[in-house]
């Protein structure tokens, strides 16, 4: 029989590093049809679409931000990094019950980069009326990042870069979506996958030596920790684009809130001192993110249902470390309820008529702060 077979088979068959790699590209073709067929992360225009539980996965969410982008029932979308993955689809619809089918589009390792891809996502395809937008600390950095796991493939218009998405997770993506309609994991463990993170994190930051280290920094560094910024707003790409897709997202009528992260007071010092969460700011990070601040408020002085907020004078909450699990990220279940709300107060809004004061408070603020910590017996010695 195998006398009868064409010569191209018998010469097919007997090499075997050829049969080899040819098994090889079927089995990868096999795998890719199933998940491109399957879809489960909603890149294509078939197939049913994936349900995402109480929309929260901040694991998981730079995946399936086309999803949130092209949900039709959604009208409030929260775009953000690690400070707002805390918040659940209840959270933001109990403060601001008006809108229906909230979305927290927020994720750990967030980059600059990326966040605006992100954004761009919504300005092609989302119809929500209110966004919400953390403006963090790396918009003032004039260099772009991108965080490396981000799944830029399925965001662009190049189908041949789709076979990306072939990998481990996609793959027992596409059978939870088949079996569940969802690509996640179950909700409880997603849960449970966040508070140990979040907890984690806490247990490694809230200790006596850490406070003690950040002690001698604030030592250290007080007398130059409000060293003049010498960066302007056209040195800052990233913001530039941020504010650049906010006047997009007003134009198609919706209403932009900028809500800058509440960080505590002792964070620049902790990232002036600490060489592993340096951010390149040196002595002028304090004066950066002020000016960042500035000019973003200057920026969209002039577009209409855009809106910045800052929480940072409540002075109470930031100078106290034990509000937080790290410098960055706060905890307090008040300061959290507050900071989900915050476009809701008109008080904490910044405006070019406010702007120099909130300035000036913030940086006597920080030059003056003493190391508090509720959370910790290590101030009680100190004193």
Same mark, same amino acid.
């Given at each position: 029989?195998?006398?009868?077979?064409?010569?191209?088979?018998?010469?097919?068959?007997?090499?075997?590093?050829?049969?080899?790699?040819?098994?090889?590209?079927?089995?990868?073709?096999?795998?890719?049809?199933?998940?491109?067929?399957?879809?489960?992360?909603?890149?294509?225009?078939?197939?049913?679409?994936?349900?995402?539980?109480?929309?929260?996965?901040?694991?998981?969410?730079?995946?399936?931000?086309?999803?949130?982008?092209?949900?039709?029932?959604?009208?409030?979308?929260?775009?953000?990094?690690?400070?707002?993955?805390?918040?659940?689809?209840?959270?933001?619809?109990?403060?601001?019950?008006?809108?229906?089918?909230?979305?927290?589009?927020?994720?750990?390792?967030?980059?600059?980069?990326?966040?605006?891809?992100?954004?761009?996502?919504?300005?092609?395809?989302?119809?929500?009326?209110?966004?919400?937008?953390?403006?963090?600390?790396?918009? =003032?950095? *004039? @260099? %772009?990042?991108?965080?490396?796991?981000? !799944?830029?493939? #399925?965001?662009?218009? &190049?189908?041949?870069?789709? /076979?990306?998405?072939?990998?481990?997770?996609?793959?027992?993506?596409?059978?939870?979506?088949?079996?569940?309609?969802?690509?996640?994991?179950?909700?409880?463990?997603?849960?449970?996958?966040?508070?140990?993170?979040?907890?984690?994190?806490?247990?490694?930051?809230?200790?006596?030596?850490?406070?003690?280290?950040?002690?001698?920094?604030?030592?250290?560094?007080?007398?130059?920790? =409000?060293? *003049? @910024? %010498?960066?302007?707003?056209?040195?800052? !790409?990233?913001? #530039?684009?941020?504010? &650049?897709?906010?006047?997009? /997202?007003?134009?198609?009528?919706?209403?932009?809130?900028?809500?800058?992260?509440?960080?505590?007071?002792?964070?620049?010092?902790?990232?002036?001192?600490?060489?592993?969460?340096?951010?390149?700011?040196?002595?002028?990070?304090?004066?950066?993110?002020?000016?960042?601040?500035?000019?973003?408020?200057?920026?969209?002085?002039?577009?209409?249902?855009?809106?910045?907020?800052?929480?940072?004078?409540?002075?109470?909450?930031?100078?106290?470390?034990?509000?937080?699990?790290?410098?960055?990220?706060?905890?307090?279940?008040?300061?959290?309820?507050?900071?989900?709300?915050?476009?809701?107060?008109?008080?904490?809004?910044?405006?070019?008529?406010?702007?120099?004061?909130?300035?000036?408070?913030?940086?006597?603020?920080?030059?003056?702060?003493?190391?508090?910590?509720?959370?910790?017996?290590?101030?009680?010695?100190?004193?």
């Amino acid at each position: 029989m195998q006398a009868r077979l064409p010569n191209f088979v018998r010469y097919f068959f007997r090499r075997p590093t050829l049969v080899a790699i040819v098994s090889i590209w079927l089995g990868y073709a096999t795998v890719a049809g199933f998940v491109i067929g399957v879809d489960p992360y909603d890149v294509y225009p078939w197939g049913q679409r994936v349900s995402i539980p109480k929309n929260f996965a901040p694991f998981e969410m730079i995946r399936v931000v086309r999803v949130a982008a092209r949900d039709p029932q959604t009208e409030l979308v929260l775009i953000g990094t690690s400070p707002t993955t805390i918040f659940r689809q209840a959270d933001l619809a109990k403060a601001y019950p008006g809108y229906k089918s909230p979305w927290n589009v927020s994720y750990h390792g967030s980059a600059g980069t990326d966040r605006a891809r992100t954004i761009d996502q919504f300005v092609q395809y989302s119809s929500a009326k209110r966004y919400l937008i953390t403006l963090d600390y790396f918009y =003032a950095k *004039p @260099s %772009s990042e991108v965080r490396d796991s981000y !799944p830029d493939f #399925q965001y662009d218009e &190049t189908p041949l870069n789709d /076979l990306r998405m072939v990998n481990s997770v996609a793959i027992k993506a596409a059978f939870r979506a088949l079996r569940s309609g969802s690509p996640f994991p179950d909700a409880v463990r997603t849960e449970n996958q966040e508070n140990g993170f979040r907890e984690g994190e806490k247990r490694r930051y809230q200790t006596s030596e850490k406070m003690r280290r950040l002690a001698g920094w604030i030592d250290q560094y007080r007398p130059t920790i =409000a060293t *003049p @910024s %010498s960066l302007r707003c056209s040195q800052m !790409p990233l913001l #530039q684009e941020l504010l &650049t897709q906010t006047r997009a /997202l007003t134009k198609k009528g919706a209403r932009v809130d900028i809500l800058i992260p509440p960080y505590s007071l002792g964070l620049y010092y902790e990232w002036a001192g600490d060489p592993l969460l340096h951010r390149g700011g040196g002595d002028t990070l304090l004066m950066d993110q002020i000016a960042m601040r500035r000019c973003a408020v200057l920026g969209l002085a002039h577009t209409p249902g855009a809106h910045v907020y800052s929480m940072d004078l409540d002075f109470a909450l930031a100078s106290d470390l034990g509000n937080f699990r790290d410098p960055a990220h706060i905890e307090s279940q008040t300061g959290l309820r507050r900071f989900v709300s915050m476009a809701n107060y008109p008080e904490l809004e910044l405006t070019p008529e406010n702007i120099d004061s909130y300035a000036t408070q913030i940086r006597k603020a920080v030059q003056n702060y003493k190391l508090k910590n509720s959370a910790l017996p290590f101030n009680s010695r100190r004193d």
